[in-house]
Structures are given as C-alpha cells and as structure tokens.
C-alpha cells in the first residue's frame, strides 16, 4: 500500500498538467469558457493538495 501513497502526488501532478492543457484548449475555443476556467480552477486545487501532502 505504501507505493500508491507515493505515487499519488505524481499521479495528481499528471492530472494537473491535464487540466490545464484541457482547459486552455477550451477557453481558447470559446464557446465553453466557462468550463475551462473550472478546468484550471481545479488544477490549481490539485497542485495545492500535492503541495499539502508533501509537506
């Protein structure tokens, strides 16, 4: 159990990374903008979890 406790920042960090590539691809298309700054609201969620869970 312990190497999925490791891995999950680095999985969450890869989702993060996602998100943001996905949600600037929607607010560069316009018609959803609105979901593509909850896409980088949400990333910037991820990336504050990994920075809680290392600390």
């Known amino acids: 159990m312990a190497s999925i406790g490791q891995a999950a920042p680095a999985i969450a960090m890869l ?3 996602a998100c943001v590539g996905g ?3 929607l ?3 316009g018609d959803q903008r609105f979901k593509g700054i909850l896409m980088l609201v ?3 969620v991820l990336v504050g979890n990994v920075l ?4």
């Open 23 to 25: 949600g600037i691809a």
């Open 15 to 17: 989702a993060a990374f």
């Open 52 to 55: 809680v869970w290392t600390m």
């Open 27 to 29: 607010i560069r298309k």
């Open 42 to 44: 949400m990333a910037a």
